[in-house]
């Protein structure tokens, strides 16, 4: 299915479809998780489904173009009277009309795949980013359909990794259609709080 983030070939090795048969690793034994646990694991995951990233063979083999773009989209989503601006209109034909600080973009990479973002333009796709040295530029754009993530079971892995199976379903209420994933995180403490990190995501979507 397109990408919410259009990244056309350039995700070729990001958005494999990979078969539930062939998880990696055990199955693990199911934790005992309340109400409340399933949906912040269910949120933790939305940071990834609603900005296109419905697959990822492993946090290993997302590109750095890719990261740059999750970390742009999801501040657009979630951080947009915060942290989006206006660009000086110098960069880009036509000129890009918003900007944030690259600062922002790697705290969400570092926060949701515990990864540190090399810093660089993103040109050849659509949509493009330029990197100024301290801002990246984009256009504003919305109007895709937001997908979100619902945590049905969770299971204990090794060396402490959790294992999430559930379903993706429209935010927006348009469409009945759900998509089964199974997704697989590590705690992760970021700026002092117990979280996640993502290892990988796999959703079915025929």
Known sequence: MRNRLGM???ASALAVLLSFAGTAGAQGSKMAVDAGTLKRMGVFLSNFTEVGFWDIAS???VAREDL??????HNYINNFKSRIAKSNGTHGDPPFDLAIAGKWVAESVKKYFDLELEHGSVLESDPPYYYDGERYHLYGADGEAIYHARVKEAFNLSA???RMTGELYNADGNDDTTYPFEAVAKPHKFGGRDTWA???LRTKTD
């Open 160 to 162: 402490g990794s959790i």
């Open 8 to 10: 056309g070939a350039a």
């Open 59 to 61: 946090v290993g083999s």
């Open 198 to 200: 993502i290892i990988s």
């Open 68 to 73: 740059v773009r999750f970390g742009i989209q």
